[in-house]
């Protein structure tokens, strides 16, 4: 099962709501880090931790013939039992190394026994991975309740759609507080509000910036639950 989370633009909250998606996850779990801008577990919630594995030097090792599948388990940090984290790139200019390589990691990431979680972050560059995109049982995208964040992911989610073909549509997670409800927001953009992810200043602090604590009662993290539990159903609904 390989769901990938991107964002609409704007730093609408892929990462935390990958994150928050992946603690809640109710089975074994691999989270893994693909934006192309680079990554921010490492400096975020994992901050502190050595940085000696991750997406890059995964790609080092594909790129020494090392099967994909093979090469992985090196690279992943278990933070909890049953719960793997591949982090991200240091910095963007390691992505065009990895532009190769793409169908090769998603095809592994799609074939894995654990679900995957996929942060993609912002998608619409030059750079998107869209194996990841294509290989995606389901893809969410990030969004705000705000014209600035809707406004962008409006082309992202046609884009998608069009990307995707005959593949289910991408889905939206709405991130935070803004002016817009969400019944509104999925008939501007014609796509399904998968979830509403509220702000917490306990947990998004945690998430974002290894600040603090995760709380799991905090609203974020009994949102995300929610949609974990759905989500690893496998057919059943997700009520926004």
Known sequence: MLKVICSGGHFAGSTTSSLALFLEWPRPVLLAEADPGGGTILSGYLAGTPRDRGLAEWGVKIRRGVPAAEALPDQLYAIQEGKLILPGLAEPKQAEALQPLWPEIAGCLASLEEDVIVDLGQVGRP???????VRADRVFVATRPTLVHLHATTSVIRDLKELRGHLPDPELIVVGDGQYQLKEIAETLGATV???L?????SVPALAYGVGQVRPLSPL?????????ALAEQGGEVTA
């Open 194 to 196: 998968a979830a509403w």
């Open 127 to 133: 750079d998107t991975p869209e194996p990841l995109l």
């Open 221 to 229: 993290m009994r949102s995300a639950r929610a949609l974990a539990a």
């Open 198 to 202: 509220p702000y917490d200043k306990w």
